[in-house]
């Protein structure tokens, strides 16, 4: 085999001893050598045979691990190892079990530097036996042992380095300006999303404002309804009631027109009586009706005030607290009239009782006569 300068070909991964027809020839040899280390004499030889039969049994129990940690080599001499170990097989000779030795000894090496570990005690006896017995090979075997020991090992980082994932480590600068590049634009993306995300949230803000706001509304209106209908029977009982008040009379001056009527001083005390009694307490009634009325639509009028209120209040706080940094008081006067209560005076509502105070006071003055 040549040791040559040969570029190592930049190909995917290639199995050599993984494959079918390597591992029979793999088998072939070993029986081979089996045979052969029983018909020779030297010690020396018969180690040789031993140590190489070790190897080529780890290489074909563990093929794929060796092919992946072997690959410069396989670029290199994959087809010399082939034609080795068919050459050894047909007719054994102690020049090719030197060449087969000198071959299997390039991939024991490459498989030491690419392991993190270490070698296995068998492997590394076969390496230790070549530097001991490294006079015993012949010139050009032991120019492919010192070729694997100072050359190849530069082969190998030349083809890592060569390598496309490890070459890119050349394109540092390209690569870190192409990041800075890329961070920077990812920068202003996160700027405008986060921008957006603001805007958002500003929104959300006041749709919650709004909706909070819309639900108070809501009760209020629901309770403005409710006045509302009380005001509409309201409204019918006063008139209801201001049309009864005159009945008494109207009944009264037609009894007294009417043949029952008796024109005594009793037929005119019994008569005006009942109709002045009847009629004072329907007038009573029909002023605490009235004021019923005044005090509901007071009420209606508070209550839209405050559905008027919660359609700007939101708004209003926020620009009263700005506000207010510069002057305390100058809002003072306008919360004063839109936050004040519109309650309507009820001094003048006749109490539960005042009719009944009216009847007494009038029988009294009835019996004194």
Not at 132 to 151: D, L, V
Request: aromatic residues 10%; charged residues 25%; proline residues 2%.
């Amino acid at each position: 085999m040549s040791t040559a300068n040969v570029e190592v070909e930049k190909n995917p991964f290639r199995p050599l001893f993984s494959d079918e027809d390597v591992k029979v020839q793999l088998l072939g040899a070993q029986r081979t050598l089996k045979h052969f280390q029983l018909t020779i004499q030297s010690e020396i030889e018969k180690s040789k045979i031993e140590n190489l039969l070790n190897v080529l049994n780890i290489f074909f129990e563990n093929s794929e691990l060796i092919d992946r940690n072997t690959q410069v080599n396989i670029s290199l001499i994959s087809h010399p190892i082939r034609r080795e170990l068919d050459s050894l097989s047909a007719e054994p000779t102690l020049e090719k079990i030197d060449e087969l030795y000198c071959a299997i000894f390039r991939f024991v090496l490459e498989f030491d530097l690419s392991i993190s570990g270490s070698l296995s005690s068998e492997l590394r006896s076969f390496i230790d036996f070549a530097d001991e017995k490294f006079s015993n090979f012949s010139e050009r075997q032991q120019a492919q042992i010192k070729y694997a020991r100072t050359g190849m090992p530069i082969t190998i980082l030349k083809a890592l380095l060569n390598d496309s994932t490890l070459g890119r480590i050349k394109d540092t600068k390209e690569y870190s300006a192409a990041v800075d590049a890329k961070l920077s634009e990812w920068e202003e993306t996160i700027k405008k999303k986060q921008a957006a995300v603001d805007a958002l949230k500003s929104n959300l803000d006041k749709y919650e404002s709004a909706y909070n706001f819309v639900g108070l509304y809501d009760a209020f209106k629901i309770l403005s309804a409710e006045k509302t209908k009380q005001l509409f029977w309201l409204k019918t009982f006063t008139i209801i009631f201001g049309a009864l008040a005159l009945a008494p009379v109207l009944a009264g001056a037609a009894f007294a027109h009417s043949s029952l009527f008796k024109e005594t001083l009793f037929g005119y005390i019994s008569t005006a009586i009942p109709v002045f009694s009847v009629t004072l307490i329907l007038i009573y009634y029909f002023r605490i009706l009235l004021r019923s009325v005044d005090s509901c639509r007071s009420q209606i009028l508070q209550l839209e005030l405050r559905k008027a209120l919660c359609q700007f209040i939101q708004s209003y706080a926020t620009y009263a607290k700005t506000m207010r940094k510069d002057d305390a008081s100058l809002l003072d006067k306008f919360e004063s009239v839109v936050f004040s209560g519109i309650v309507a005076s009820d001094e003048k509502m006749p109490s539960t009782f005042d009719g009944v105070d009216q009847l007494a006071n009038l029988f009294k003055a009835v019996r004194s006569k």
